[in-house]
């Protein structure tokens, strides 16, 4: 079993910066592949960056350049660094996990999430 705890999300205006994290238990990271999925009211849940355990990561078209997944093993962590954030970056933001080493950006290919940490963002 793996148990994820997302935190770091708050109210931020328009450019400026969250780190968000996520801790998990139960299981170690090596050879898992974690991910960030966000959904907005009345929305979809989308995927937003992944890493794999060897750090091979994948991020949205719609966050390149702004946010950067990275992992700590270590501290059994995973972060999501957001800058330049936009109003439409406003959602619930959801950590994953799956036991592959491969990185995927379908939410039904993980198996544990967390709860969610809430992210808004001024205009």
């Known amino acids: 079993q793996v148990q994820l705890v997302e935190s770091g999300g708050g109210l931020v205006q328009a450019g400026g910066s969250l780190r968000l994290s996520c801790v998990a238990s139960?299981?170690?990271?090596?050879?898992?592949?974690m991910g960030w999925f966000r959904q907005a009211p009345g929305k979809e849940r989308e995927f937003v960056a992944a890493i794999t355990w060897t750090e091979i990561t994948e991020h949205a078209d719609s966050v390149k350049g702004r946010f950067t997944v990275a992992r700590d093993n270590a501290k059994n962590t995973v972060y999501l660094q957001m800058n330049s954030l936009k109003p439409e970056d406003t959602a619930v933001y959801y950590c994953?996990?799956?036991?592959?080493?491969?990185?995927?950006?379908?939410?039904?290919?993980?198996?544990?999430w967390g709860q969610g940490t809430q992210v808004t963002v001024s205009s």
């Open positions: 139960g299981r170690p990271f090596d050879r898992n592949t």
């Open positions: 994953a996990a799956r036991r592959s080493t491969i990185v995927t950006t379908m939410s039904g290919a993980y198996s544990y």
